[in-house]
């Protein structure tokens, strides 16, 4: 059930709701991690500062361990460029993300043979954690 609040319709108990107020707070410039936002220019179309416009564009909101994702991460929250991704896939589309699927499966089958985590992670310019988590499937399928 919405609730009228000031003119826009918030529903505070609804997961799209809070990822609406996420955005928004993201391109403040007095959120913590506006530099990575706001302060590299993402802004928020017009018409999705109204949470009813954003909601009706987005559609409901997947579940349980779903966020809000920009598909072109310079792009702007925008109805083009936005959708409902498991953290998965946001990390997989976030900017420090520089592997390929395949480079992902040579680590994978390297890693699993035996070679040295921390070496294979030079080589891509990972982390041997990050090496770790490709071989047993908690980054890339």
Known sequence: MFVEIHGEAKAPQS???RAWCKMKERCSPNNKDW???GGRGITICDEW???LTFAEDMGSHPGPGWTLDRENND???EPNNCRWATRKT???NSRQTTLTDEQANIIRRRRLAGENGA???REYGITRQMVCD???G???I
Do not use: C, D, P, V
């Open 15 to 17: 997961r799209r709701y």
């Open 119 to 121: 070496a294979i992670g």
């Open 90 to 92: 946001q990390t997989r």
């Open 138 to 140: 908690n980054n890339w």
């Open 75 to 77: 792009g702007n929250y």
């Open 49 to 51: 500062k109204s949470f």
């Open 35 to 37: 530099k990575y936002y």
């Open 134 to 136: 490709i071989a047993h």
